[in-house]
């Protein structure tokens, strides 16, 4: 398997310089309003698995384990829904992840209830930086997406 070309982050210097910047200040953001850096990894793995982004699904499946991640809950993710191993809140979280990932599949993109079960447990500032996340990881998946980045190739081993 190869990419169709260069991952255009690489090649554009100044976006990938600004995206950089984004995550980083997402996830001070996360940290400063009580989001909780496993939970983002675990969305932005959802997403991932959504978007048939291997690169991804291999980045964050990594990055969550490192911040302290069982595998077991890793590998559940996909299966969220019908697992007991996630919080009330990590499952608000991953329901407003899917629903923003799949927003031509339902008839109220991102439904009241799904956006108000995450209200419930994220507050304002929570939920501004659950929802800039989940758009910066939906906005990375389609760079990779599109131009067929193999996960072996960008990830270490």
């Known amino acids: 398997m190869q990419s169709r070309m260069k991952n255009p982050v690489i090649i554009l210097p100044?976006?990938?310089q600004s995206?950089?910047?984004?995550g980083k200040a997402l996830f001070t953001s996360a940290e400063k309003n009580g989001v909780?850096?496993?939970t983002l990894f675990l969305a932005y793995l959802r997403i991932s698995q959504i978007n048939g982004d291997s690169v991804c699904v291999a980045l964050h499946s990594n990055n969550a384990k490192n911040a302290g991640e069982s595998i077991e809950r890793i590998l559940?993710?996909?299966?969220w829904r019908d697992t007991s191993n996630f919080t009330d809140a990590e499952r608000a979280a991953l329901a407003l992840s899917e629903s923003m990932t799949r927003l031509n599949e339902?008839?109220?993109p991102v439904p009241d209830e799904v956006y108000e079960e995450a209200a419930r447990h994220y507050h304002e500032a929570a939920m501004?930086?659950?929802i800039a996340g989940i758009?910066?990881?939906n906005l990375?998946?389609?760079i990779n997406v599109s131009t067929r980045q193999v996960a072996d190739v960008l990830v270490k081993k």
């Open 76 to 79: 559940a993710v996909s299966a």
């Open 36 to 38: 909780p850096t496993r």
């Open 14 to 16: 100044e976006v990938d």
């Open 106 to 108: 339902q008839s109220q």
């Open 128 to 130: 501004a930086t659950l």
């Open 140 to 142: 990375y998946n389609r």
């Open 19 to 22: 995206l950089q910047a984004l």
């Open 135 to 137: 758009a910066t990881a």
